[in-house]
C-alpha cells in the first residue's frame, strides 16, 4: 500500500519540543519533494516546512524559522520535523505530503487545489500547545 503515515504529535507545554515523521511504504520518497502542512479547524491548510529531493533546499514559514528544522533520511525513507520553542500558536492537524520533483518554496506556497493534488497525504498527527 502506498502511503505516508505521521507520528510524533500530542501534547506539550509551551516552549518544549516534539520531533515529527513522515515515513512513506510502497515507495521511495527519493526524487520527492516533501512538505510539512498544519491546519486548524476554521482557517485554511498552511506550509509550515518543505523540503527538495535533498537535504540542501528547504523552506520555513517565517513564523517558524529558527525554531523548526526539516531533514530526511532516504535511507530511511522517512522526513522529520523537528520542533522547538513551541507556542500555542503552533497547536494543529500536522500533515505531510509528497509531490513528485517540487522544490521547496513552490511546496510551501501552493494554493489548496494544488495541495489537493499532490502525489501523497498523510492523515495527520495532532500537535496541541498547552498549558
Known amino acids: 500500500q502506498l502511503q505516508l503515515v505521521e507520528s510524533g504529535g500530542g501534547l506539550v507545554q509551551p516552549g518544549g519540543s516534539l520531533r515529527l515523521s513522515c515515513a512513506a511504504s510502497g515507495f521511495s520518497l527519493d526524487y520527492y519533494g516533501i512538505g510539512w502542512f498544519r491546519q486548524v479547524p476554521g482557517k485554511e491548510r498552511e506550509g509550515v516546512s518543505c523540503i527538495g529531493d535533498s537535504n540542501s533546499s528547504t523552506y520555513y514559514k517565517d513564523s517558524v524559522k529558527g525554531r523548526f528544522t526539516i531533514s530526511r533520511d532516504n535511507a530511511k525513507n522517512t522526513v522529520y520535523l523537528q520542533m522547538n520553542s513551541l507556542n500555542v500558536g503552533d497547536t494543529a492537524e500536522y500533515y505531510c505530503?509528497?509531490?513528485w520533483g517540487i522544490g521547496p518554496q513552490a511546496m510551501c506556497l501552493v494554493g489548496l487545489e494544488r495541495q489537493r493534488n499532490m502525489d501523497y497525504w498523510g492523515k495527520g498527527t495532532l500537535v496541541t500547545v498547552s498549558s
Open positions: 505530503a509528497a509531490d
